[in-house]
RNA sequence: GCGGGUGUGGCGGAAUGGUAGACGCCGGGGACUUAAAAUCCCCUGAGCUUUGCUCGUGCGGGUUCGAGUCCCGCCACCCGCACCA
């Protein structure tokens, strides 16, 4: 080996051919091995990839190919997320046909991530938008229906008047349609609904078993299933209707002073019909906002309806009020307010002067204590409550219930949060639902002979409206059970639908059927999931949601697909922007130049204002392209770059510099193999024992970073490692460590390591090398550092042999120049000794 | 407002209650070169009366022989949200 530079343009592609044509990763579903599915959230064909891909695709890869190279059969696969909104915007602005769009971004994002040469078995490669992948999953949706779990019913949908087409909530802005800017009108239509409700125990159950899932992302999803149990009955009107109430606290019954209803419920809306007054806050409820942050700053308002509710245990009449802070559609949509113990109550209450009695305190004697500006809502005792006096809290809630099942009058009830799942969209670029309306024979599934029912090819998205419905041909069908003529459905599936099963379809994928039972039993669960936290609540759930009912139904026997998940952070950048005419402009950083602290524009040479590092986007223009990066520096510099200084879970700033670090640590690395190639020829003699120890430290180090994605840590260790060989003279423990090296380095840098590997005369490919061995004996260290403190605080440190007795240890210690000029002969009063660690003095 | 998270040099960040700042970036100095680039070596938390000492992990307390780490109370920023009765 003479050339002295690596040159990753002619490297890079040169080892993935060489992968592609030896199939290295593709994965073997007969393998004897243990397995191992890393999987990475696939990607929308959105035209290019961008560097949160580059980050996520690469943790992956570092994992599956280290699990490859501890002896695991990995499955590590690639698709595309491929329907969805964006592929029919472009139509619309582009004249494009979705399939035609989708498909030209998926070649060449594909093109991009083979550049990056990641270990996938692209033997596997599915794409959501092809009738191969969604016939399958118009077959699942008939199986779940005929299960029971797919259901119609008419549900409110956002409709664009002008571009006659269902909005999303983020395509409504304003309450304007964001391409139209007509006024949105709130339209019934009969929907598609999967029935997740009827998992929602299970759903929530599952996430305790979890362990390896961050506590966050359990905890997000804990509270959407929002479980509460409570109790449900019912007030006697003055204007003698029943008006159901739920509440969680049935053991404050006694502080209830007063009872509330939405905006939008029956009574309410009975009010309304004769008063004017009622009708204004009514409307004025509706023009608030409905985020939880708007409506917690917003102040509490009333509209007393003149109705009384007789108090079920006293007797009272209580006031009804319509309330903004109450939700129609939680519960029943009304309550019973006890403003002592609900926060939100105790200011309702204040405003309106209603009483607050305290019907729960921290012991009896305090029956009569002031509340001191808010709620409270602890635990404690039962007061002024009648025969609950004196029960705690939970006992009380329970007794109440007794008493009013016992009378007939009311039930202990469970409410949950989670609804079923909306599945229809009036859309084009989706999977056809697989139904077929017939005047004679109503909504039946159609016959699971005639899927895939394909998309038409033949559409236009100039005229508004859903090209389905607008279609000459297409929706005209016969009626699988009469032979009748007959409509197929026009509503198309949430892409989320998609995304809930293709994991499975990776796994296993035969031509007759969505996926094999024994190999999804070979593969799942994912051993290790990696994507963003923007999934953590829909797509994880329907995910969870889908392995389950699918188990339910038989075709598998997958309760949880996913045993580990990671959600990596974003990919950052400072932003460049300057004020024009009261507004910023920004700059992409490929316009700017560092200069020092600030910052140029490359045309003017005129500073630019440098802002915050924030999510890499296209409005602020502060992205860097990977083509770009990799043209630059080679694949391995972006992928070192991406792993290297930000823990992964935490958002990782780009820099140039950075990346401009990690060239160069690349070329590094390169020279040490190179050189050492060229001096081995002798055939050095000769052991280096502390060179061996590091070696033999670093490589049970890194692979316990890789097992827990540090990759930051496996990274500065390879690098302490680096300079720790290029400092030690020539001997046979040097040629060990340059080949440790190249192996340690090989998941990370695998294109460098593949060309190191064979310029140091190996045979075949590192891809498909083992972990390096490690001999237990260097572990073990036979000196130590020892600390020596004085108050705690360091004065020296000593070296003593490992296992050293605390008496020896302490003598060395007081044996110590700069620990005794610190006593100055003060007398010690105390001496801690940690064995292998450290001596403290105390005077 | 509620829930969760984070806070350590100029920057990204290390650190089972036990030597704070590993490793990288930036910066400074030097070597090599006619010169530059590349490369290599050294320095790089602050301060001071500099063989060394003092201070220092958002702020204020506490526990401990010893606290970035544990406890209590604050502050700032980030993320999520559904007034869930």
């Not at 995304?499 to 799942?524: G, H, V």
């Not at 390096?772 to 572990?779: C, E, I, N, Q, T």
Request: charged letters at 25%; glycine letters at 8%.
């Amino acid at each position: 080996m003479t050339d002295n530079s690596f040159d990753p343009a002619t490297s890079d592609p040169r080892w993935q051919a060489a992968w592609d044509d030896a199939q290295t990763f593709r994965a073997d579903s007969n393998s004897p091995k243990p397995k191992s599915y890393v999987l990475e959230m696939f990607p929308y064909p959105s035209g290019r990839i961008h560097m949160g891909h580059v980050r996520n695709y690469t943790m992956g890869d570092v994992l599956a190919r280290y699990k490859r190279m501890t002896g695991h059969e990995v499955l590590h696969p690639m698709g595309w997320d491929a329907f969805g909104m964006p592929a029919e915007n472009a139509a619309m602005e582009q004249g494009v046909h979705p399939g035609g769009w989708t498909r030209a971004n998926i070649d060449h994002m594909k093109t991009q991530l083979k550049r990056l040469g990641f270990a996938l078995d692209w033997s596997r490669e599915l794409a959501t938008c092809e009738p191969e992948y969604y016939g399958h999953e118009q077959a699942l949706f008939i199986d779940l229906y005929e299960a029971g779990l797919v259901y119609r019913k008419e549900s409110e949908v956002n409709w664009d008047p002008v571009d006659m087409t269902v909005l999303a909530n983020e395509q409504v802005i304003d309450g304007k349609g964001w391409r139209s800017g007509a006024e949105v009108e709130k339209r019934k239509l009969a929907q598609w609904f999967l029935k997740i409700t009827d998992f929602a125990e299970e759903l929530l159950d599952g996430l305790g078993k979890l362990e390896d899932w961050p506590d966050k992302v359990r905890l997000m999803q804990e509270n959407w299933i929002g479980k509460s149990s409570g109790l449900e009955f019912s007030f006697d009107l003055s204007n003698g209707d029943k008006l159901p109430v739920y509440t969680t606290r049935p053991d404050t019954i006694f502080g209830a002073s007063f009872v509330a209803v939405a905006a939008d419920h029956p009574v309410a809306q009975g009010v309304a019909a004769d008063s004017q007054a009622a009708r204004d806050f009514i409307a004025e409820c509706k023009r608030g906002g409905t985020t939880a942050a708007e409506l917690d700053t917003a102040e509490k308002l009333g509209f007393d309806t003149g109705i009384t509710a007789r108090h079920p245990f006293s007797g009272a009449d209580l006031p009804v009020f319509i309330a903004n802070f109450v939700l129609m559609d939680y519960g029943t949509g009304a309550i019973m307010a006890v403003p002592g113990h609900d926060q939100r109550d105790f200011e309702f209450a204040t405003k309106y002067a209603l009483p607050i009695p305290r019907v729960v305190a921290a012991s009896a004697d305090e029956a009569d204590k002031a509340f001191t500006g808010e709620a409270e809502a602890g635990e404690g005792v039962l007061v002024n409550s009648g025969f609950l006096d004196g029960m705690a809290v939970d006992d009380a809630a329970r007794e109440i219930i007794r008493r009013l099942e016992a009378e007939g009058r009311g039930a202990g009830k469970t409410v949950w949060r989670l609804r079923d799942w909306g599945v229809s969209r009036q859309r084009y670029w989706g999977t056809p639902i697989p139904f077929i309306h017939c005047e004679k024979c109503g909504v039946v599934p159609a016959a699971k002979d005639s899927l895939p029912i394909t998309l038409p090819d033949d559409v236009d998205f100039r005229t508004p409206g859903n090209p389905l419905v607008r279609h000459p041909t297409w929706k005209h069908t016969s009626c699988p059970e009469c032979g009748g003529a007959a409509e197929r459905e026009t509503d198309t599936l949430d892409t989320f639908v998609n995304s809930s099963w293709y994991f499975l379809r990776f796994a296993s994928q035969p031509a007759d059927q969505p996926c094999d039972r024994e190999e999804i039993a070979k593969w799942l669960p994912v051993e290790q999931y990696i994507g963003g936290i923007e999934h953590a609540i829909l797509h994880l759930l329907y995910a969870r949601f889908w392995s389950r009912a699918l188990s339910h139904i038989g075709l598998i026997d997958v309760q949880e697909p996913f045993a580990s998940l990671f959600t990596q952070g974003m990919v950052t950048h400072e932003t460049y922007s300057r004020a024009q005419d009261g507004r910023a402009v920004f700059y992409t950083p490929a316009e700017v130049k560092r200069t020092g602290d600030g910052a140029v524009l490359q045309d003017d040479g005129e500073p630019v204002e440098i802002g915050r590092v924030i999510k890499m986007s296209k409005s602020k223009k502060n992205v860097v392209d990977p083509d770009t990066i990799i043209a630059r520096y080679g694949a391995d510099a972006v992928r070192w770059f991406v792993l290297s200084d930000s823990p992964p879970e935490r958002d990782l700033p780009w820099s140039e510099a950075g990346i401009e670090g990690c060239g160069r640590f690349v070329h590094r690395l390169w020279r040490l193999f190179a050189q050492h190639g060229a001096n081995v020829q002798g055939g050095v003699q000769g052991a280096d024992e502390a060179l061996d120890r590091h070696i033999a430290r670093t490589v049970v180090a890194v692979a316990e970073d890789i097992e827990a994605l540090a990759f930051n840590k496996a990274v500065a260790r390879i690098y302490e490692l680096t300079s720790a060989v290029e400092k030690s003279p020539a001997s046979a423990s040097r040629s060990a460590a340059i080949a440790t090296l190249v192996q340690l380095s090989a998941p990370m840098m695998p294109h460098l390591a593949e060309e190191a590997w064979h310029a140091l005369g190996q045979d075949g490919l590192v891809a498909d090398a083992p972990w390096p061995a490690v001999d237990p004996a260097l572990l073990v260290e036979d000196e130590v550092t020892i600390a020596v403190q004085h108050r705690g605080k360091l004065r020296d440190t000593l070296t003593a042999p490992k296992g050293a007795p605390k008496d020896q240890l302490e003598a060395l210690a007081l044996g110590s120049e700069k620990l005794q000029r610190s006593l100055d002969g003060a007398e010690v009063r105390k001496v801690i000794v940690v064995p292998d660690r450290l001596v403290n003095i105390v005077t």
